[in-house]
């Protein structure tokens, strides 16, 4: 199987943000990206997890990684 690195098309770094804002951000961000273009989104807050992925399939939006190393979470989304 071939191990492709996700190229993401832009960056949102939401360190330090409580939530929901890093989700708010997030929807708003992929509102404004072409069909198939793809952000990433890194955040520490843990209540992220629930958030984001679940909004980004209820607005039809494809989560393609969740990568929970260590007190952050990277998300890569694409449209």
């Known amino acids: 199987m071939e ?8 960056r949102i770094d ?3 943000e409580p939530c929901p804002y890093p989700a708010i951000n997030t929807l708003e961000a992929m509102k404004e990206l072409d069909d ?3 952000l990433e989104i890194i955040s520490d807050c843990p209540q992220s997890i629930n958030n984001i992925p679940i909004d980004a ?9 969740i990568d929970s190393d260590g007190p952050t979470i990277r998300y890569i989304l694409q449209k």
């Open 36 to 38: 198939g273009e793809i």
């Open 57 to 65: 399939k209820n607005h039809g939006y494809k989560v393609l990684l």
């Open 14 to 16: 939401m360190q330090g």
């Open 3 to 10: 191990n492709k690195e996700i190229i993401p098309d832009y």
